[in-house]
């Protein structure tokens, strides 16, 4: 039966219904975002407490970055401000063995515009954004569709940038992954702040 056909107090009823249906629905994004994210970081914070090796938690942070949003790639640049690039730190994904050697211009590349900038930034189609420095990709054969970057503070200093490659199936980035991803990138910031890290490298 259609509204027109319904009583007023019956459709009244039937949308209010559907009103609560769809606050229900954001409710339960949120919670589920809210449960995943404190599970990462539980297990950020497991990995931080058992791992001496700085390498290691690293490694460990771009994986569960990668698992979290089901993507391809993942790595951590660190900043040489001596040379004024960036290099890779860790690379995970089909290529990462190929790309350990590659360093960046500061000035240059999504990359090095979120260490300068000290932003995140997510990126549906990096072919349309001219930041985009497609060499890297072009070099290894590995094309880049979606960028997720995020800087990675320690101290209040930007040292370098976490970024997320290609979610699989071809989904985009959203807002819930960028801050996911950064609260992550922050966390570890601060966790290695109170173990006495000054910089890392």
């Known amino acids: 039966m259609s509204d027109r056909d319904s009583p007023p107090e019956v459709v009244a009823l039937r949308r209010r219904l559907e009103a609560q249906q769809r606050e229900f629905t954001v409710l339960e994004r949120a919670f589920t975002l809210v449960t995943t994210e404190n599970q ?6 497991r990995a931080a407490v058992n791992t001496e090796n700085l390498d290691a938690l690293f490694d ?14 993942g790595s951590l640049f660190l900043i040489d401000r001596e040379a004024g690039e960036v290099f890779f730190k860790v690379a995970k994904g089909p290529v990462g063995d190929k790309i350990k050697g590659f360093r960046v211009k500061l000035s240059e590349g999504i990359v090095g515009w979120v260490a300068t900038e000290n932003e995140p930034v997510a990126i549906s189609d990096v072919h349309r954004d001219a930041r985009f420095k497609r060499e890297i990709s072009d070099a290894v054969g590995y094309e880049v569709r979606s960028i997720l970057a995020v800087p990675f503070r320690l101290r209040g200093q930007v040292h370098g940038v976490f970024e997320i490659l290609n979610k699989e199936g071809g989904s985009v980035f959203l807002p819930d992954d960028r801050d996911m991803i950064l609260t992550l990138a922050n966390t570890l910031g601060l966790l290695l702040q109170l173990a006495g890290h000054e910089r890392v490298e």
């Open 40 to 45: 990462a970081l539980q297990q950020l914070l």
């Open 60 to 73: 460990h942070t771009v994986d569960l970055m990668m698992d979290l949003l089901r993507a391809e790639a």
